[in-house]
């Protein structure tokens, strides 16, 4: 079946280091890939997303590029700030066979800046 | 636009008692869902629908029931509480299979 699977937190790094959070998935068919963030005592927001092979997703510093040789969608950022501190969640939409589209999240990684 | 609502923010419950959880969103959406979130384990699909006066389950459907009489709403109901049923409740809408809008959640907790 469909899944996704996201490193464990908590990832704690230092401002202005490199960020990366991988996402790998197992999917039949051609699904769609998206980054949520949630930060403290808030809901979900969308950040990024790719809905095909070699796509790049990119927002507020953030990219993901869709790969399907190997079955990723790492989230990356070139230069971390306090403010980025939140909750980040993988996901993988598909079309099920009932025709109903779903979404199938990872189990979130916590990210720790510290100034 | 207020985007997804819900209410109530917080809610204390003892073992047996029944409650609703409102969702309300104002972006003309026809999908809405219901998730809950545990540590550690991400989202989990409980119900959601497709348009007004449609509802289906989703990935842990049972002890809930749901209600779409509106577009703009969609009603999450536990109809007797159980300990396991504490958590924190998400409502989402989109307007079509793709991204969607969470709502600020609902902390739920059942003595």
């Known amino acids: 079946g469909n899944s996704v699977t996201q490193m464990e937190g908590p990832v704690t790094l230092s401002e202005e280091a490199f960020l990366t959070i991988n996402c790998t998935y197992t999917a039949t068919g051609y699904p769609s890939l998206f980054w949520y963030v949630q930060y403290p005592g808030e809901g979900l927001q969308l950040l990024l997303k790719?809905?095909?092979a070699d796509d790049k997703g990119s927002n507020k510093g953030f990219e993901a590029t869709y790969r399907k040789e190997t079955t990723s969608f790492h989230l990356e950022k070139g230069s971390v700030q306090v403010s980025d501190s939140a909750v980040y969640f993988c996901a993988l939409g598909h079309w099920e066979v009932d025709s109903n589209y779903q979404l199938i999240w990872g189990a979130g990684t916590k990210l720790i800046i510290k100034p | 636009n207020a985007g997804v609502t819900q209410t109530p923010k917080f809610r204390v419950l003892k073992t047996g008692q029944s409650m609703t959880l409102l969702c309300a969103q104002d972006m003309n959406h026809e999908y809405m869902y219901w998730y809950r979130q545990d540590p550690g384990m991400g989202l989990r699909l409980i119900h959601y629908s497709v348009g007004e006066g449609t509802t289906a389950k989703g990935e842990v459907p049972d002890g809930y029931n749901v209600s779409r009489l509106k577009k703009q709403n969609f009603l999450l109901g536990l109809e007797s509480a159980a300990p396991s049923q504490t958590s924190v409740y998400f409502c989402a809408s989109s307007p079509g299979p793709t991204s969607q809008y969470f709502g600020p959640g609902t902390r739920l907790t059942v003595l």
């Open positions: 790719a809905t095909k």
